[in-house]
């Protein structure tokens, strides 16, 4: 068969206007068409006119082709066409006062770091010489104290001391105590703590004083309590058979007087010898209290015996027991007095000491 040569098909015999009459495409607009819809379109706004455009932030006035940002420094924006709706948008822009802005904040952080290297280290130097201050301060504390310590001492161990001397020895225990516990606490109350990176190298020269307190602090304080020790027993001791001077002979009203007195120190000489502290050195003396005191009860039944049988020999035999029995605790006690005089009081000189030299030590 032969080929009919190509024809050019024309416009409008394409078959579109069929597809059209049975609506299965659209119509095309012919040009009076197009122009017809052109009239219903309302004309933009001009340069001149003003809108108020309302946005999820807030508000913009609209002036020529510059939007005014509802946001508080008034910034203003340029339009832009968007391109899906091909309408003018909004366009962020950044100001140039954000950017002085942030170097100035910049600026400070700087200057504020550069403050902070060269403030901090001094400043915690200066707090690191007020706490060293604080432990110079309790160290003289307790060096001052030890010559009031050596006066309680000797008052305490001699034997000769009376009852005015003896009152400054609990005086003196407990400020030693004082002074001691003090020089304990300021040598383990923590360091304060400084910020990272800053220097803590006076703080740190602090830790051989600190070392040296606590040992020193409680050398102090085993001074002060083995003093304490000496005085309840030699106080107690005084007390022990305090019945004053003892008839060999009496008459029967008088006796049953003196029964109830030697009762009621039958009564405390038990309760004394009872607390006496347990101590190497006063071990002997506390034995010879007890055994005394165990013999006393007894005693006391033979002696009101020998009172009403009117047996004078007899009564003179068991004062001189009982007399004898007070002398010996006593001779027990001085020696027990003496031997902790012989041991304190070189432990007090060398405590002076090694506190004189941690109060050099204490770095400036």
């Known amino acids: 068969m032969a080929k009919h040569p190509t024809r050019e098909i024309l416009p409008g015999n394409d078959g579109r206007w069929y597809l059209e009459l049975i609506g299965a495409v659209e119509p095309v607009l012919e040009s009076t068409d197009t122009y017809a819809s052109l009239q219903n379109l309302v004309p933009p706004a001009t340069p001149d006119d003003t809108a108020t455009v309302s946005t999820g932030a807030g508000a913009a006035a609209v002036n020529g082709d510059l939007v005014e940002d509802a946001l508080p420094n008034g910034e203003f924006v340029p339009l832009g066409p968007d391109a899906a709706t091909g309408y003018?948008?909004?366009?962020?822009?950044?100001s140039p006062l954000r950017w002085w802005s942030l170097g100035l904040a910049l600026v400070l952080v700087a200057a504020t770091a550069a403050a902070a290297?060269?403030?901090?280290?001094?400043?915690?130097?200066?707090?690191?010489a007020d706490v060293a201050g604080?432990?110079?301060?309790?160290?003289?504390a307790l060096r001052n104290e030890l010559p009031a310590t050596q006066s309680a001492l000797d008052d305490l161990t001699d034997p000769a001391s009376n009852a005015d001397a003896l009152s400054g020895v609990p005086v003196a225990v407990a400020e030693l105590s004082a002074v001691s516990g003090k020089v304990i606490s300021v040598a383990t109350i923590p360091l304060p703590s400084t910020l990272p990176l800053v220097p803590r190298g006076g703080f740190e020269r602090l830790d051989s004083t600190r070392n040296a307190m606590a040992i020193l602090g409680g050398t102090g304080r085993d001074v002060a309590g083995r003093i304490g020790v000496g005085f309840t027993y030699r106080t107690a001791i005084d007390a022990l058979f305090a019945v004053g001077p003892l008839p060999t002979n009496l008459e029967a009203a008088a006796i049953t007087d003196l029964s109830i007195v030697l009762a009621a120190d039958l009564?405390?000489?038990g309760r004394l010898v009872a607390e006496l502290p347990q101590d190497a050195i006063f071990f002997v003396v506390r034995e010879t209290a007890t055994i005394a005191s165990q013999r006393y009860a007894i005693w006391q039944l033979e002696y009101l015996d020998a009172l009403h049988d009117t047996d004078e020999g007899r009564a003179a035999v068991l004062v001189a027991e009982l007399a004898a029995t007070v002398t010996g605790i006593d001779r027990a006690l001085d020696a027990a007095?003496?031997?902790?005089?012989?041991?304190?009081?070189?432990?007090?000189v060398e405590l002076a000491s090694e506190l004189e030299a941690a109060i050099d030590g204490v770095p400036s």
Do not use: C, F, K, S
């Not at 007095?337 to 007090?348: F, K, Q, T, Y």
């Open 88 to 94: 003018e948008t909004e366009q962020p822009v950044r």
């Open 117 to 128: 290297a060269y403030l901090l280290p001094g400043a915690a130097e200066a707090e690191a």
């Open 134 to 140: 604080e432990h110079r301060a309790a160290l003289v």
């Open 267 to 269: 009564a405390e000489t």
């Open 337 to 348: 007095l003496g031997a902790m005089r012989n041991e304190l009081d070189p432990l007090i």
